[in-house]
């Protein structure tokens, strides 16, 4: 992990400034090498325009200056890009760097990966056929166990990330235990699907009956297992601030956040367009982003999105209903309790 004084410092300066956005996501490629059931990115043309490495560089120098603490790299596969090791590195030493893989690159670009704070490979199952199902590969459970293991031998810091959804909902609590006690963090996505809407910043997939969560009672037993887990067990990657949030949801759907979207986070595209999430409409390019942050046309688009109630992607629940100063030292010190008991025992 890079934990340099200059960074731990923009960290800490960073989290205690009111009114900045925490956590960005930058989708850096819409290239992907799997086939995901539940996504369609890769349907899409792989062959789009991205930004250069420059301009990446340029746009996180404005993330830094807006008050960005966390960034999460993703795609399609942000590995799949040839400059990745040069985004990580330079990512890595402004902002807690996470970067996401599907498991089929990670072991390649293992020099790249080091300098990432978090390393998170996509693994839905200790189920191989049920995962290769999943992700549309041959091979893939294979490839992504093959490489936490590897990564985790390297000493960089390694999770895996599921998407809980109908399909595994009833292997969570055994999945979470079967890698903890193996040293190895879980931090979690939630089955959700785009609702129809115009010219949003970026798709990623329809309503699939098989992965919709329908058994409510057993997810939010799964809520309460997690909580007691937490008590005793590091490396469960999710708040209990966020884990009854769930419960009551699936309870009786109520939502006890409002979204915060474009003010404790944000998204880009690989085209360098931001959005407050990635089903709205882009509000500006990332280089022009400081100009229009604090207009009136963005004020009223907060306003906007927090009366929206049409998603749960389980990153914009954790971020909206952590969404202030306080709020942000505590991920901050969740994170780094975390990270200190991996490397305790690297």
């Not at 059931?37 to 991205?50: A, I």
Request: with cysteine; net charge positive.
């Amino acid at each position: 992990m890079r934990l340099s004084s200059r960074k731990l410092l923009g960290l800490m300066k960073r989290s205690l400034t009111p009114n900045n956005p925490y956590h960005a996501q930058w989708l850096l490629t819409r290239r992907c090498n799997y086939r995901c059931k539940g996504c369609t990115v890769w349907r899409e043309s792989q062959n789009q325009k991205e930004l250069s490495t420059e301009e990446i560089k340029n746009g996180l120098d404005i993330l830094e200056k807006l008050g960005v603490v966390e960034i999460v790299l993703s795609g399609g596969n942000p590995l799949i890009r040839d400059d990745i090791a040069e985004i990580i590195d330079y990512a890595s030493q402004r902002f807690i760097t996470t970067v996401y893989d599907n498991g089929s690159m990670a072991v390649k670009k293992i020099d790249a990966l080091r300098n990432a704070d978090f390393v998170a490979i996509s693994l839905d199952t200790l189920n191989e056929e049920k995962n290769d199902y999943i992700k549309g590969v041959s091979g893939s459970w294979k490839k992504a166990m093959e490489a936490i293991e590897i990564l985790q031998k390297e000493g960089i810091n390694v999770g895996v990330s599921p998407t809980i959804s109908q399909l595994n909902l009833d292997e969570i609590i055994d999945f979470t235990k079967y890698f903890i006690y193996n040293g190895i963090p879980v931090w979690y996505c939630l089955y959700w699907y785009d609702y129809p809407s115009g010219n949003r910043l970026f798709q990623i997939g329809k309503k699939q009956t098989e992965f919709e969560i329908t058994d409510r009672k057993t997810m939010v037993k799964v809520c309460d297992a997690l909580i007691e887990m937490k008590k005793k067990r590091n490396g469960i990657f999710i708040t209990n601030k966020t884990l009854e949030a769930l419960k009551q949801f699936f309870l009786n759907g109520q939502r006890t956040w409002k979204c915060k979207a474009l003010r404790s986070f944000l998204m880009v595209d690989h085209l360098g367009n931001v959005a407050g999430c990635h089903l709205q409409e882009p509000v500006a390019s990332i280089f022009d982003l400081p100009d229009v942050w604090n207009s009136h046309r963005l004020k009223n688009l907060r306003e906007k999105f927090s009366q929206c109630n049409q998603c749960a992607y389980l990153c914009y629940i954790f971020y909206s209903l952590h969404s202030n100063v306080l709020s942000n030292l505590e991920i901050l010190q969740d994170q780094w309790k975390n990270a200190k008991s991996l490397m305790s025992r690297a």
